[in-house]
Structures are given as C-alpha cells and as structure tokens.
C-alpha cells in the first residue's frame, strides 16, 4: 500500500501489526465521527490493554505488538481505529528505522495487505493506519503521518488527557511579574506540531503549522496571497499563481490557475493574471473555502511560474501568506528567501489529515517549468 490508499476489509476481524528493527510501542484508539475518543478508555495500549471491539496483543520482545480489530464488536458511534507506533526507547526517532506495518486476518493469519511508510526522519511517534467505517462497510486505510512530540502528542489530537508531572508546591505565594508582548509573529519551532493559538506564524523552508485556532480546525474561508516584485527596477515580470489540487493517491484533480479561474464547484477561485509584478501588496489571490472541498480533495499545491521565462534570481521578495478571508488576518507567512536560476517554484502545499485538520507546509522547492502543466507531476511527488 501507498500513503493514502485504501481497500475494503473482506474479513470482520484483523490484526495490524507494526514490525521495525527496534522494538516499538503498538497501541489503537477508538474515534467517533468527530475524531476525537468518547473517553480515556477508548486508548488501547500495553497498560490498557482491551477495549470494546479492539485488544492490544503483546510480542513479548521477539514478534511485533499488534492491534485487533473486531469490527463487528465495535460498539455504535464508533467510526475509525488508529493504530499508532513508536520507538520503545525514551526520544528514539524514526531516522534509519523502517517500520512495516501488516494487515491480517485475526482468524487464519492470512496476509491482507502490507504498508511501509515512507520519508520518516525526526518523528518519534507515527499513525501507521486506521480501519473506518465508510458507506456501511469497513476499510482499511495506508496514512503513515508522523509526530515530533511523541505518542502523548497524538493521544492529545485525538482528545486523550495526557497527564503531566506535577509542579513541586511553592513555600509561598509569589507574584509573577507582567509577561512581555508576544512578537507579531511567532516563528516556527524547528520541530513539533504548531497551531495558530499564538496568532501569525512565520515559516522556514519545510516548516508545517496546522490551520487549528483554539482546538478546532480552521474550516472558514482562506486565502493565499502570493506577491513578487522585479530584482531590477524597470523590468516587468509576469509570474502566474497556481494552486494545483489532488486526490488521496496523489491522483490530479484540477488545476486553477489564470486560464481557469474556478475549479472543484467553487470552492477554489482565482483572482485573476498579473502581468507585471507591479504594486504593493499581494498580486495574485487564490481563494480556497476549506469547508467546501470536496471529500476527495486532500492535497493543495501552490505554485508560481514565470510564464515570460525570466528565471526566479531576476525576482525579488517572492512570498505566499495565507489570510483568514472572513477577518483580513494574515495567519501564515514564507519568505522565498533564496533563489535558484529556474521557471517554476512549489511554494507551499496544504494537506488535509485523516483527523480533518489542515496543515500547511512551506516548500521553496524550484521546477524546470513555464506554466502550471509541467508542475503537476513534481507537486504529486512532493506531497
């Protein structure tokens, strides 16, 4: 199986099981429709061990943990089973490890299905899989999403309560002096999930932020700014703004770029050509109504191109922000600051995760091309 792809489970009960050349931390959790757990309970690992329709299953140290699932035990409400992994030793990464996850039949062990996920450098905790309800029939889906902060930072997403070591009790009341003004914008850690709760972020080449503002996903109407001005005074521009959209198998849906201004019902528009670079502010704007995509849409790539064939070092201040379209307010910023002598650049993509959420990528990634066709192909590689 690929990132993404998924097939419909031909047997009632299965068993993933998560192998690497370390040992591994295995556990499920039990999401309702919203994605979240209906309690504590609902997190099945080693020291919580069953559940209502799922068991972890331990290899003792010499065969993979293992999650089963018993779809037709799971109790009503429940819609999907995460099976999640990590290294079992304390801040181990991924880097070098390939951890292989495999679907079986929990009855006659018979192999469904296999997963490798791909790309793992600095995650210590990783959503290998996850068996949904779609339709009335169950399914099993490849993700292979990653985590820098650990399994506690995938039971938080999930709404597990985590619990933290206690501070040690203070001899006596102090008072804290008054905290300075947060900066306007604050950059992004080098690793870690980061969220818009601290207001703008500010992003580094392949730095992510996802679009959640007080724990919830950010499903109001969005915009991407993308502006440029010339290296040399005098010297008109013309660089098209693209966003190009795909499927879960990184499959093209549609492309919206200054030839097609409106793709996928809608909930993509474009503002139109400019020709020159000229003036202040944005030069061309890509709006995108998240909560109107279509289900199938899971990965947005935005591009610019030079479609005069100046190359991006004859480019000044190239940048991409992202706007709430309600408010005005910038969210995110990238800085394009470094060019390379090429035609095309994927500026940013957003990818929507399997909990609903969106997250926003900063690329800088430079292509051999001219106009939005000949990205296509790059940008489903990149997602």
Known sequence: ???????????????????????????????????????????????????????YRSGGGTSPDAIIVDTAALPPGIERIVVTASPDAAGQTFQGIEPTA???????HSVLATFTPPQLSTETAL???????RG??????????????GLAGIATDFGVSVEEEPAPPAAAPVTAPPMPPAPPAAPAPASGKINLDKGRVSLQKNQTVSLV???????SQVKMGLGWEPAFRGKDIDLDASVIAFGPQRNHLDSCYFGKLSILGGSIKHSGDNLTGEGAGDDEVIVVDLGRLPAEATGLVFTVNSFSGQKFTEVAKAYCRLID????????????TSAEPQTGVMMAKLIRQFSGEWEMTAMGDFVKSRTVRGMVKPAGQAL
């Open 1 to 55: 199986m690929t990132p993404g792809s998924n097939f419909p489970l031909p047997v009632a009960r299965v068993a993933v099981d998560v192998t690497a050349p370390v040992r591994l931390d295995v556990s499920g959790l039990l999401l309702t429709a919203d994605g979240k757990v209906r309690s504590d309970e609902d997190f099945i690992f080693y020291n919580q061990p069953s559940g209502p329709g799922v068991t």
């Open 136 to 149: 009335g029939a169950w399914k099993v889906r490849a993700v292979g999403q990653g985590y820098a902060n």
């Open 213 to 219: 503002k007080g724990g919830r996903p950010l499903l």
């Open 127 to 133: 959503v290998v899989m996850e068996v949904y309800l």
């Open 102 to 108: 495999t679907v079986r039949s929990a009855d006659d």
């Open 325 to 336: 379209a309600a408010t005005g307010e910038e969210l995110v910023r990238f800085d394009l």
